[in-house]
């Protein structure tokens, strides 16, 4: 056991030593957020209490480079994993853009955490779904009203996925479909015409971003139908929106907008969401880049209902990033006092020593937690090899660049 400790606190000091926090960081030293913590169990409570509850939506977490903003989703995975929630941390990045929902659904699948299940989410979540219990009948009512929020080939792949129990290859690609695979119109037509069901279900085109947001609404049910509470997704680093051209950052102000205030046309799914921004972001972007007066202005100068939308969507989400964030609060000396003496613990157990108390950074506000971590680290590693050697540690900042980013130019414009 000591030896398995031991191993547990190396992969916690690499993690905190690169900044990247994992389950052994995360584990040993939680979070003293307490206001986020409190927003976040009561994003919990409203998915729990759903439909009869107002709508959950999420919350916007702002905060400096090396606040501790990832640290805390991870925190909060764990919280959400433990109250019986299916948890997904996405990191928006070039491959994964905020304002394209089909490859945020993509990530979100793909990275999506099952309590106390290792494999594939939507595997398990497939095989937890019992034709004859409470819950999956609901999901079968929702998904079969005539005003449900979703296409209707999702209540045919729904209907087709319990007739075609013994048919194991085309279960399996209806699983697919509901994991963002294609299902092509002509396979599930054919399928549901052996069924005697083709007059039931009308199968129209439709667009992959509105498919994919609508994958968002009935995945969350489905991981309810399997006996989940719901679907918690983590959207870390989402400045990375401030690099993009102007009319994906309208949509990603957007998408924001949908996540924080709540699916306006479900607001009922069994979903809440959490994002991180940097605390410069308005600055730069909103003022620096004049989003606040041009990006509506642009939009509803094309005349189109569809961008009059628009528009107002994106006003909403530079609302939100404007008045609505949850800002980090930087650590006290009570935090910092814990913190010392958790990772002096940890460094000892990982080493096999007994670390000599040190002195670190100036505790100064302008000083970042994660600062501190590292150079307690940093110091104690050198102490550990060099029980003499006094070191010197300095620290200097590190600017967010959020000028826009030409490799990422054109990439939605079609739309």
């Excluded at 169990?41 to 977490?61: C, D, F, N, T, Y």
């Excluded at 013994?166 to 963002?180: K, L, P, Q, Y």
């Excluded at 309810?224 to 102000?253: C, F, H, M, N, P």
């Amino acid at each position: 056991m000591s030896g398995e400790r031991s191993v547990g606190s190396r992969r916690a000091l690499e993690a905190l030593r690169a900044g990247v926090p994992n389950r052994d960081a995360v584990a040993a030293l939680g979070s003293m957020q307490v206001g986020v913590e409190d927003r976040f169990s009561q994003l919990l409570s409203a998915v729990r209490a759903l439909p009869e509850a107002p709508p959950s939506g999420g919350m916007l977490i702002g905060g400096g480079f090396g606040t501790g903003k990832s640290h805390v989703l991870e925190h909060l995975a764990h919280l959400a994993l433990s109250e019986g929630f299916v948890v997904s941390k996405v990191v928006v990045s070039k491959e994964t853009p905020l304002y394209d929902p089909s490859k945020v659904f993509r990530a979100a699948i793909e990275q999506a955490k099952v309590p106390g299940r290792p494999g594939s989410a939507i595997d398990e979540i497939a095989a937890g779904l019992l034709g004859d219990s409470p819950r999956y009948a609901e999901l079968y009512r929702w998904v079969h009203q005539d005003d449900t929020p979703v296409d209707s080939r999702f209540a045919a792949t729904l209907f087709l996925h319990e007739y075609a129990r013994g048919d194991e290859e085309f279960s399996d690609r209806i699983v697919r479909f509901w994991a963002g695979d294609p299902l092509p119109v002509a396979d599930l037509r054919r399928r549901l015409k052996e069924a005697g069901a083709a007059a039931t279900y009308k199968l129209a085109a439709i667009k992959e971003r509105d498919l994919s947001v609508q994958r968002f609404r009935f995945v969350a049910r489905l991981m309810q139908a399997a006996g989940y509470a719901g679907w918690v997704v983590l959207l870390d680093e989402a400045e990375l929106i401030g690099r993009y051209t102007s009319l994906q950052r309208a949509k990603s102000y957007a998408e924001i907008a949908r996540w924080v205030k709540g699916d306006r046309d479900d607001p009922s799914a069994p979903i809440c969401a959490v994002l991180t921004t940097v605390d410069d972001f308005e600055p730069q972007v909103l003022v620096g880049k004049n989003d606040n007066e041009l990006i509506g202005k642009r939009l509803r100068a094309k005349g189109t209902a569809e961008d009059e939308l628009l528009a107002a969507q994106a006003e909403t989400g530079m609302r939100i990033i404007e008045r609505e964030q949850v800002q980090l609060q930087p650590p006290g000396r009570e935090e910092l006092d814990r913190t010392y003496t958790q990772l002096k613990h940890i460094h000892g157990e990982a080493y096999g020593w007994r670390p000599p108390d040190v002195a670190g950074l100036e505790r100064l506000p302008s000083n970042r937690m994660r600062q501190y971590v590292r150079a307690w680290i940093n110091e104690w590693d050198l102490r550990r090899i060099y029980p003499t050697y006094q070191p010197e540690i300095s620290v200097g900042g590190l600017d967010v660049d959020l000028s826009t980013d030409v490799d990422l130019e054109g990439l939605d414009e079609q739309d």
